[in-house]
């Protein structure tokens, strides 16, 4: 099943079920007007919004042409980010100039949730000198968690998948580690791809607690990046369970993979700036590639051999925020 | 003014204005549900509620005697808590076996909002061995603040100060810490007392965007702290403008003060257990307090000369999570 929120005026928008295609959509019926609220309920709210699918498949949509999409939630209760993939851990260490983490647990920070950020919307930054990049990665939404879940019984809370860009402030990221404390300042709103999708909607690709997908990734038009997220070090199901061991997690907690990576990094390139820098500085000793500048686009895709549409795609603008 | 929240089944309960002594309460209208839906419109909802806090002041209120308060916010879209008392930083640097931090900014870290505990609810957590710890400290509440907003602007943000008790599982917390991801076990959710005051309502004891109270705080019903609010190294005015350097904050976030501390520790104590083995590592070398155990109880209140009632009273027990 595709699930959308479309812009109604509101803060949450209007949940809407879009065909296998995206060509067309169907509202969701009244006692379902948001995502949070078929998440909420989503026993409930499932086979309802499973039949409206149906509908679909048997050709009874409205063409979605001019619908103005919204991220999935644009706002969710919770926002935990983990660094799942390795070579990208260890690129950061390089591009950071830190000493290799020894880890024992996933890596995960809490980030802002108040706001994710629709597809095409332009973003708002205030200097170019706080280092702007972008960072690509897959995210799962779950029902609600109690503290204490296990790994393995974690995976049955994955309720849906979700593709985003995790924006990021570089230069201020450096010194905030240095704190402790994690990121505030460097990590302001994410961007989120239209299209939710149910794990069972990405086939043999959903395997493992893992997207088996690979995430295509444009620079101002060029080529930046084409990483399978297979590769994840650990699976959503594990960070899910990270996340819950000390706090139950609610429905519509949003969990994410950190920037998709691979050992390969050479041959497929990058699904953030700051991993490239880390690449040249191992290369050359210095970082060469500038972060990103006012006017600059990013494109972000996920791909598979079956379909050309799975979450939408990620086309924005950065812009210096009007003040 | 005083709000409250009650329990009235819904994720977010209902709003009531309560009496200066808190001995009595009305509802509020039923376009104002929650203190969320107040935020949202401050303008709109202020004079309401304040002609209704008026009505309590004429005596025209009932009593409060049966209600079941929760936190003032049951959950928030955003939770960003400073560090703000340099005593505080120091004797956690020396509990923890930190160098001393070199700091150009406001230390803050985003913590977990979807779920405040009340004031009275018995607090769960999963092992001893984590380190429970308690961290009674104010925070602010603000409404819609744009990105860029500066110190100064900032004060008019402040709607409502309130005053919590930040949770936290010191084990946890330090090899958190050394990941530079910040906290994400370490920090389970807070508690907050039932009361949430407008800053005027605070008098001659909200000057400089600081809350100049004393925080009492009792650890099995001895007195553990009494440390003076006043002796914040920033105003909430500084951190709210940190916090907003780089997003907007929406209506309803909450800005904490970090654990209250004072210069003079020796004479009158600490707002949390952490501290006191950082003292106890000053003098001796070694720790040797021991964090809490289940069946331990806090209790916190904020007094000045004037006012027996002010945000009402933190009193809990902490218990082993039932699974």
């Known amino acids: 099943m595709k699930l959308a929120t479309i812009d109604n005026g509101t803060r949450d928008g209007a949940l809407v079920i879009v065909s296998c295609d ?24 499932e086979p309802i919004l499973q039949a409206i699918f149906q509908q679909l498949k048997d050709g009874k949509g409205m063409s979605s042409a001019s619908l103005n999409y919204l991220a999935p939630l644009p706002r969710a209760w919770q926002w935990l980010d983990g660094s799942a993939f390795k070579s990208h851990g260890d690129l950061m260490d390089q591009a950071f100039g830190f000493e290799p983490k020894q880890l024992t647990k996933p890596l995960m920070y809490q980030g802002m949730s108040h706001q994710f950020l629709s597809a095409t919307a332009d973003v708002p930054f205030m200097k170019e000198e706080d280092g702007i990049d972008f960072e690509g990665e897959f995210a799962v939404i779950v029902d609600d968690v109690p503290m204490g879940t296990t790994a393995e019984h974690a995976l049955k809370h994955i ?35 239209p299209v939710a999708l149910t794990p ?26 084409k990483a399978s997220s297979a590769e ?6 594990e960070l899910i369970a990270h996340a819950a061991a000390t706090r139950d ?17 050479r041959e497929i390139g990058s699904s953030c700036i700051a991993e490239r820098r880390g690449i040249e500085t191992l290369d050359t000793g210095a970082a060469k590639t500038a972060y990103m500048s006012f006017g600059d686009q ?10 050309s549409h799975l979450f939408g795609t990620i086309e924005q603008t950065v812009i210096k925020k009007a003040l």
Not at 22 to 45: C, F, H, M, R
């Open 22 to 45: 995206g060509q067309s959509y169907l509202p969701a019926p009244e006692k379902i007007p948001t995502l949070q609220v078929a998440l909420d309920n989503w026993s409930e709210s």
């Open 159 to 193: 309720k849906l998948v979700v593709l985003l860009n995790d924006w990021s402030l570089r230069t201020i990221a450096i010194p905030e580690m240095k704190t402790g404390f994690g990121w505030v300042q460097a990590k302001p709103a994410c961007s989120v791809a």
């Open 200 to 225: 069972d909607e990405l086939g043999t690709a959903w395997c493992d607690g893992r997207v088996h997908l690979d995430l295509v990734v444009d620079w101002n038009g060029k080529r930046f990046g």
């Open 232 to 237: 994840m070090g650990v699976g959503f199901h």
């Open 249 to 265: 997690l609610c429905a519509g907690t949003i969990i994410g993979s950190g920037t998709v990576s691979n050992e390969n990094y």
């Open 298 to 307: 990013v494109r972000m895709e996920a791909v598979s051999d079956e379909s």
